[in-house]
């Protein structure tokens, strides 16, 4: 059996390479009868050889490809004597016939990212492949699917409370995965409310910036880092962190400004647009740690990291780290 997972979102293509694994078997032995390959760089011999090779004390065998049919996609800025370059050759004409011949044992998933409807080898593998196609989930579609799946771990929204969700994570799948298992354990039996979605899901980015901040602010680079690639690994999308960033020290800057002028407590809390306490008590004593040109100095910084990110002169985790890097080591010179 062959598989082709492709398009735009990353997350459901996963899961639904994930989903092939799992019905083959239990995990351990599905595990060991695991290859994993990169399609970039992989030939067909190789690829042959992974796919007749019989499992080990199981059923089946899974194969696992990325970035294969990628190899084939035509370039628009190529020279036309150079498009000859996405034609099925080396081998790979013949990969549809094999398929046709592997062992049955042997499941094959190709994955990749969008892929063009003229794809060689996509056209190739169509009349024998399962293929399915993900692209982005927005809107209503995003919403009914988050309500699905919270349905999935037993728990379900009060009327609202999706959409107040989605403005908090955006479109980020894994993000809001972890954060209905969040929500799902903290709301119980009752429906998932309004309110437990801004005090769990806010204040726990809140808190995470406020520890990074900290961090930045005593120059203390490890620990930036550690809480940095922390919200990576939760999966925080970088522009978000670095959108949060922005934020919070926009705040900062906007409080050390207004100092002087006689603002504060509930009519500085008020400027700020900062609703709870605790993120605007913790906002105050961070802003103390900072003279006006410093902070003006960060949102340069910051504003520049932006502008690397959008025009793709760095990858966006490489721009955060330089970021922080620079923040502790320069800009973020505590006061």
Partial sequence: MIYLFHGENDFLIQEAASEVAAALGPPDMVSLNTSRLEGAKLS???LQQACDTIPFLAPARLVVVEGLLHRFESRDNEAPQAKGRNKLDSGWDQLAVHA?????STHLVLVDGKIAPGNPLRKALASIAQERQFGPLRGAALESWTEQRA????ARFAPGAIRDLLELT???LRLLVLEIKKLSVYAGDRPISKADVHEMVSMARETAIFALVDAVADKQLSSALRALHRMLNDGSPPPYLLFMLA???RLLLLARTLEPQGVSGPALQQRLGIRSDYPFKKTVAQAKAYRVPTL????????????AMKT????PEIALELLVSDLC????VRA
């Fill in 100 to 104: 046709s011949q592997m062992p049955e």
């Fill in 296 to 307: 003006i100095a960060v949102m340069e910084r910051l504003l520049e990291a932006d502008l």
């Fill in 247 to 249: 934020r919070q020290f």
């Fill in 329 to 332: 080591q320069g800009a973020g």
């Fill in 151 to 154: 349905a999935k771990m037993g």
């Fill in 312 to 315: 793709g002169l760095e990858e």
């Fill in 170 to 172: 955006g479109d980020n």
């Fill in 44 to 46: 067909y011999a190789e």
